[in-house]
């Protein structure tokens, strides 16, 4: 069973700065994805940026990179530069690469951005 | 390229009324997932299509939920009877193989009276 903990339900930020949003995982897996997804008011997920747990490098994707530690099982995302239009649900989710394993969410964090 | 898309956007009905969601993933994409999110959680899968197979379907509640993907395109998911913990917006994905991202459509937040 696989699981992923969102333990910030929100998180404020003021525009230019920078911010992580935390993600703690779980799974017996021993491969795996990690990913981040945006939700914004209008409800669609918007896929961020995928982490392979075999990958070496940590994921980066424009002004979000993912923060990976697999040895703390942690998958943290930092957000440089923060705009306005960041102001969102953030989730956290992953996949086992083994078998049809589905793709489990955490609770997610909403970000709010001050100008 | 055409993202997923999804109809209706909105819907209210009442209880122990039926209601059908449409989604049509993006073109080429073998896998199709349905999604239920309740207010304040993050997305649960319901059911899991490969083509037009299920592949997970464990936490759907089959009682009253149902879901068919006909020629392996676009998917119908169905609610017959809906009850009041049924309001939550229902999420539509595709990814081309099942462990690879998922793209999103834009969700049909359904609202049971």
């Known amino acids: 069973a696989q699981k992923i903990t969102q333990t910030q339900p929100g998180m404020f930020v003021q525009e230019k700065e920078a911010v992580t949003l935390d993600c703690t995982y779980d799974t017996s897996d021993p491969s795996y994805g990690l990913f981040w997804y945006k939700q914004p008011s209008s409800g669609e997920m918007i896929f961020l940026i995928y982490?392979?747990?075999?990958?070496?490098q940590n994921a980066t994707e424009g002004r979000y990179s993912l923060n990976f530690q697999k040895a703390r099982k942690s998958a943290n995302l930092v957000i440089s530069a923060s705009q306005l239009g960041d102001s969102a649900m953030y989730f956290c989710a992953m996949t086992a690469r083994s078998g049809y394993s589905t793709l489990t969410f955490g609770k997610g964090t909403m970000l709010l951005v001050s100008p | 390229e055409a993202g997923v898309a999804q109809s209706p956007r909105y819907k209210i009905i009442e209880k122990r009324q039926s209601v059908a969601f449409w989604c049509n993933p993006i073109s080429g994409h073998a896998t199709l997932y349905w999604y239920q999110q309740i207010l304040g959680q993050g997305p649960k899968l319901l059911i899991q299509?490969?083509?037009?197979?299920?592949?997970?379907d464990s936490q759907l509640p089959k009682d009253r939920f149902s879901a068919e993907r006909l020629k392996g395109v676009d998917s119908t998911l169905k609610i017959q009877p809906a009850k009041l913990e049924d309001s939550a917006v229902y999420l539509c994905?595709?990814?081309?193989?099942?462990?690879?991202?998922?793209?999103f459509g834009p969700g049909t937040r359904l609202t049971v009276l």
């Open positions: 982490q392979g747990s075999y990958d070496q």
């Open positions: 299509f490969q083509n037009n197979g299920v592949v997970d």
């Open positions: 994905a595709s990814s081309l193989v099942r462990t690879d991202k998922q793209f």
